[in-house]
C-alpha cells in the first residue's frame, strides 16, 4: 500500500483521528496526503493568532507526522454548504493521488461539519470511481481500504483498531503543533488518554487508533 488520503473537516482533526496511523505510514514508506476541507473558525481566544500562524500549525504537525502533502480547501465555517464545486474539488484529488487507503470522519461524529464532510468524503469517492466530472480526469479505481477515523465523538463500536504505540509521541507532537487549540483544551493529552483507552480494551496495552470500516476491498462504497 503505497498512496494514503486523509479528508479532515478541520485543521487537526487528522491528528486526532489519525494522526498515528499516519506517521506509521509514512514510516512504512507510503506517501500520505492529507486535505483539509473547512477554514479555522476564530473563537474569542484566537484574535492574537494570524492567519499566517495558523497556516504554520498545520505545516508543522504535516512535517512531524511525514505527510508528503497537505491542501486546504478553505471552505468557509459555519454556513458551510457542500456543492458541484466542492465535489469536484475532492474528485480531482481523489482521481490524481488514486488512493490505495482513504481515512475519513466516521458516520457517527456528533459535529455537524464533520458529518458534512463524511458524507462528502463517500459521495466524492462514488463520482471518482464514475463516468461523471470527465473534467476532473478519467475514472480513479476504488481504493482497497476505507476508514472512519475518531473526533468528537468516539465510536460506539470499534471495527478495527491499529497500534500506535510506537508513533504515539509523534501524534502527541503533532497536536502540540496546533497552539492556538491547545489553549481552548488540552487536545494533547486527551489524544494519548483516548489512544491508551483503545489499546486497553482491544490489545491490553500500548496506544491504538479505532475505526468504523467503511470499505473494504470488493465491497461497495
Ligand atoms: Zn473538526
Redesign the pocket.
Known sequence: MNRVLVIA??P??EVIGCGGSIAKLAQSGAEVTVVIVIRRERGSRDHAVTDEEFATETADACRVLGVKRYITLEEPSRDFAVDRRLHLAVVRLLREVRPDRVYVPHRDDG?A??QAVHRLALEALWMAQSDFFEEAGPPAPPPSLVLGYE??APLAQAQYTEDVTAQIDLKVEAMQCYRSQLRHAAWDEAVRGLASYRAVTSTGRGHSEAFEVIRVSGSPV
Request: proline share 11%.
Open positions: 473537516p478541520h487537526d482533526d459535529d461539519e464533520h473526533i468528537w
